[in-house]
């Protein structure tokens, strides 16, 4: 069974920046394509990023396109999320998810990813 823990949230002012991390453990992360998804108080569940099992591919959703940057070092199993320039509207739970295939045809696609971490808090101040 696969298992995602993420860290790296936390309380921080706009402008600022965080990293998340991910680690996955009990499967074989180097053919994962990874992902991470958030989602705020009152609001439905949004793609945020992924990035192919390589890492030779990744997607943004437009909302953090040019401020956040997926990455991923298949050498220690974890993904990160690297977010700079955080606006109050940054501010969700932020879940990393895996899927067990190479291909990822619909990054954007919450039920193409099997499996989820508990998430971790991201608060940006104004």
């Known amino acids: 069974q696969v298992q995602l823990v993420e860290s790296g949230g936390g309380l921080v002012q706009a402008g600022g920046s965080l990293r998340l991390s991910c680690a996955a453990s009990?499967?074989?992360?180097?053919?994962?394509?990874m992902g991470w998804f958030r989602q705020a108080p009152g609001k439905e569940r949004e793609f945020v990023a992924a990035i192919s099992w390589s890492g030779g591919s990744t997607y943004y959703a437009d909302s953090v396109k040019g401020r956040f940057t997926i990455s991923r070092d298949n050498a220690k199993d974890t993904v990160y999320l690297q977010m700079n320039s955080l606006k109050p509207e940054d501010t969700a739970v932020y879940y990393c998810?895996?899927?067990?295939?190479?291909?990822?045809?619909?990054?954007?696609?919450?039920?193409?990813?099997?499996?989820w971490g508990q998430g971790t808090q991201v608060i940006v101040s104004s």
């Open positions: 998810v895996a899927r067990a295939h190479r291909v990822l045809r619909r990054p954007n696609i919450p039920s193409e990813y099997e499996y």
């Open positions: 009990g499967g074989t992360f180097s053919s994962y394509c």
